[in-house]
């Protein structure tokens, strides 16, 4: 027998009470309601994904759930809030109990990692299509902007760059010795919300990588109306990107490759002792508009352009 659209929600993601402080009301009126101390902001992101677009048809639905949630709550992490709710709109072709069991227990097991709480959404049918907003809050008047970029700033990212990319080239037939880290970069990234809170009142301007680092650091230096030059050699790359880099010659893949979901954040140079300890410097903000970078003894401009929907 088929599942109603609310025996759907009561079978897979209704299955928990809030559990944050900010979460009054979750599933099961026609609105949640959500709590908010003095003092604090709500930040507030929109993502979907599409099939055959953002993700493989016959992708792993538990990584899935993890990914659509992780792509969400990066966003919230580079802007420095801490995340308490997300709602979730389903479309669906079908309802095909594996594949949702599978899909909510990896959304779910994401967000009791980071405590947050699935709010409300909505299932219709269609071609798979899948949205999630997430909240969260910051201090009034200290979330992290793309525009606050000051010159003389150091350029710094998060853990390494390039192993989703490489992780995509696998999944599209690329042989690779030891592929198991870009894989699991590629399907399961962590986002990074400990640092992105750590960052308050220590970085300028802030974004995370979801296009690429020069695509996504482009959108920093348009708002804050700066230019910048990055070093190649402080890249912080895997091993196994830079077997792929040997192989293929495409040393530009780190910085164009999308889906790392790291931050990549601005600061000037005295605070560098008080950031986290997986951040690593990667160039200078400079007053010259446009992208640049030191590629051994060449230096090159890079055109900032990463994935257009509408192109």
Same mark, same amino acid.
């Given at each position: 027998?088929?599942?109603?659209?609310?025996?759907?929600?009561?079978?897979?993601?209704?299955?928990?009470?809030?559990?944050?402080?900010?979460?009054?009301?979750?599933?099961?009126?026609?609105?949640?309601?959500?709590?908010?101390?003095?003092?604090?902001?709500?930040?507030?992101?929109?993502?979907?994904?599409?099939?055959?677009?953002?993700?493989?048809?016959?992708?792993?639905?538990?990584?899935?759930?993890?990914? %659509?949630?992780?792509?969400? *709550?990066?966003?919230?992490? =580079?802007? +420095?809030?801490?995340?308490?709710?997300?709602? &979730?709109? /389903?479309?669906?072709?079908?309802?095909?109990?594996?594949?949702?069991?599978?899909?909510?227990?990896?959304?779910?097991?994401?967000?009791?990692?980071?405590?947050?709480?699935?709010?409300?959404?909505?299932?219709?049918?269609?071609?798979?299509?899948?949205?999630?907003?997430?909240?969260?809050?910051?201090?009034?008047?200290?979330?992290?902007?793309?525009?606050?970029?000051?010159?003389?700033?150091?350029?710094?990212?998060?853990?390494? %760059?390039?192993?989703?990319? *490489?992780?995509?080239?696998? =999944?599209? +037939?690329?042989?690779?010795?030891?592929?198991? &880290?870009? /894989?699991?970069?590629?399907?399961?990234?962590?986002?990074?919300?400990?640092?992105?809170?750590?960052?308050?009142?220590?970085?300028?301007?802030?974004?995370?990588?979801?296009?690429?680092?020069?695509?996504?650091?482009?959108?920093?230096?348009?708002?804050?109306?700066?230019?910048?030059?990055?070093?190649?050699?402080?890249?912080?790359?895997?091993?196994?990107?830079?077997?792929?880099?040997?192989?293929?010659?495409?040393?530009?893949?780190?910085?164009?490759?999308?889906?790392?979901?790291?931050?990549?954040?601005?600061?000037?140079?005295?605070?560098?002792?008080?950031?986290?300890?997986?951040?690593?410097?990667?160039?200078?903000?400079?007053?010259?508009?446009?992208?640049?970078?030191?590629?051994?003894?060449?230096?090159?401009?890079?055109?900032?352009?990463?994935?257009?929907?509408?192109?």
């Amino acid at each position: 027998m088929a599942l109603a659209e609310f025996d759907l929600i009561s079978r897979y993601f209704a299955v928990h009470a809030p559990q944050h402080p900010n979460n009054q009301l979750g599933i099961g009126d026609d609105c949640a309601l959500l709590n908010l101390p003095v003092g604090y902001q709500l930040a507030v992101t929109t993502d979907t994904m599409v099939e055959n677009v953002h993700f493989f048809a016959d992708a792993d639905p538990y990584l899935l759930g993890h990914k %659509l949630l992780a792509v969400n *709550l990066s966003d919230l992490a =580079a802007m +420095g809030a801490e995340p308490f709710a997300v709602t &979730l709109a /389903l479309t669906l072709p079908a309802v095909d109990a594996s594949w949702l069991q599978a899909f909510s227990s990896g959304f779910m097991a994401l967000a009791r990692r980071f405590n947050v709480d699935l709010m409300g959404g909505d299932t219709t049918s269609g071609p798979l299509t899948l949205t999630v907003q997430a909240m969260g809050s910051v201090p009034q008047g200290r979330a992290l902007l793309r525009s606050q970029a000051k010159v003389g700033d150091l350029i710094f990212v998060t853990g390494m %760059l390039g192993d989703a990319g *490489l992780g995509l080239k696998i =999944a599209q +037939g690329f042989q690779c010795g030891d592929a198991e &880290l870009p /894989l699991s970069r590629f399907n399961q990234p962590l986002p990074r919300i400990a640092e992105g809170m750590a960052l308050r009142g220590i970085a300028h301007a802030c974004i995370d990588i979801s296009d690429g680092v020069a695509s996504d650091l482009g959108h920093i230096l348009k708002r804050s109306q700066v230019g910048a030059c990055l070093q190649w050699s402080q890249l912080p790359l895997s091993a196994q990107v830079l077997h792929y880099i040997k192989q293929s010659g495409d040393w530009q893949m780190p910085l164009t490759a999308g889906d790392d979901y790291e931050l990549c954040f601005t600061a000037p140079a005295e605070v560098q002792s008080q950031l986290p300890a997986n951040c690593h410097c990667i160039g200078v903000i400079e007053a010259d508009p446009g992208l640049r970078i030191q590629h051994g003894d060449n230096l090159q401009t890079i055109e900032a352009k990463g994935f257009e929907h509408f192109s």
